[in-house]
């Protein structure tokens, strides 16, 4: 069998995705990313996996309530034990061809076992230049949580609840 390292699921929004604005809840957004990103994380690892990091989500544009959704979500980098995963979301209206892209995050997963443990999963070693660009790009995201934690320790020691 050969692992693919991209996944996608297509689907309409249906009316219980609405907000008060009329337009699908941004958490529903957010859930069928986590969805789409875990099964290509589990795809990958072919072994169980836990979200340990949603970054950098950004809504470009609102999704209407019964577009054609497609969700492409596919390995842009690996660590040990973890999977670096980007997240596409697109819509389009029945009556067009072409999907316009309203939101995108990276969604990072590590692979454990029965116990919780994390496990080594296999690397990805990208082949094309946009896929290398991506590997950089998740290897920038690293770095950047690593500035952001060692900022934000001290709020997180000792926090005293008012």
Not at 23 to 36: A, F, L, Y
Not at 42 to 70: D, H, L, M, Q
Not at 71 to 92: E, K, L, M, P, Q
Not at 94 to 114: A, L, M, N, P, Y
Request: hydrophobic share 35%; proline share 4%; charged share 25%.
């Amino acid at each position: 069998m050969t692992v693919s390292n991209k996944i996608t699921f297509q689907f309409i929004s249906e009316p219980t995705d609405v907000n008060f604005g009329g337009k699908v809840h941004g958490g529903i957004v957010m859930k069928w990313i986590d969805q789409t990103a875990y099964t290509c994380a589990r795809s990958w690892a072919e072994n169980y996996c836990v979200t340990v990091y949603v970054g950098g989500i950004r809504f470009y544009k609102p999704i209407s309530i019964g577009e054609v959704i497609k969700i492409n979500a596919y390995v842009i980098y690996t660590g040990n034990t973890s999977i670096h995963i980007a997240v596409d979301v697109y819509s389009r209206d029945f009556k067009e061809q072409q999907f316009e892209k309203k939101t995108h995050c990276v969604i990072v997963f590590v692979s454990v076992d029965e116990a919780g443990n994390p496990i080594p999963v296999k690397k990805w070693n990208p082949q094309t230049e946009t896929e290398k660009q991506l590997a950089e790009y998740a290897k920038k995201l690293v770095d950047l949580r690593e500035q952001i934690n060692n900022e934000m320790k001290p709020f997180f020691d000792g926090i005293i609840d008012e």
